[in-house]
């Protein structure tokens, strides 16, 4: 199944959010929390820079979280603010055409429309509800499925959090697919879903970069 008739999780942010998640900013540890939940074996390939993927089933679902730790040469505020960017994401997710706020029910919560191109066939859309807040260790965007055709449902989160002089992530997601045309192509879902993450650690990557300038 194409990433894109699921909720894309991957929500950039205008400046006067990117000035928020900076004032907001609490003195973090320099090792992250979230690597205690990998194994050794899994610490050491994402410490490689690899992505360590990890499925969790759940009872009575067709389908399982999918669970994506990356670590990113960027800040924390600097990954944040990307995935909130939402004027700016179809630059660097592939088939995204637009993603556009529809409705803000506070200061940290956007009800987003996200219209995707699929090759050949037609443009798709579906509405999530994005919830940004600031935890102890990091940041963390939860997101709601509230509308789709191929989608029961939609609920997961990404953490971020400093790692020295860096950031890692998890990315986890949890779909149900709406019907049993689209159950069958749960290896593809998975498939996506690393990609997207990719897509998030690159374009991260290339604006910490940019905003550095020359050593």
Known sequence: MNEHLLPP???????SVYLLITALTLTAPARSAMTDELSAADRGKLEA??????????????WPEVRIYRKVKA???GVTALFLDYENADSFIGNLKSAAVENEPDANTKDVRYTVKLPVIFTISY????????????????????????AKSAVGK???????DTAVICYANHVEPATSLVAGLRGHAI????NTVDAIVAEAERRHTKSAGPP
């Open 49 to 62: 820079g690899e992505s360590v993927l990890i499925t969790v089933e759940k009872p009575g679902a067709t």
């Open 158 to 164: 990404l953490r971020v959090e400093p790692h020295g």
């Open 127 to 150: 509405l999530v509800r994005n919830r940004y807040e600031k935890t102890p260790g990091g940041y963390t965007v939860h997101w709601n499925l509230l509308e789709s055709l191929f």
């Open 9 to 15: 999780v991957y929500f950039p942010l205008r400046k």
């Open 191 to 194: 498939k996506e879903a690393s």
């Open 75 to 77: 800040t924390p505020e």
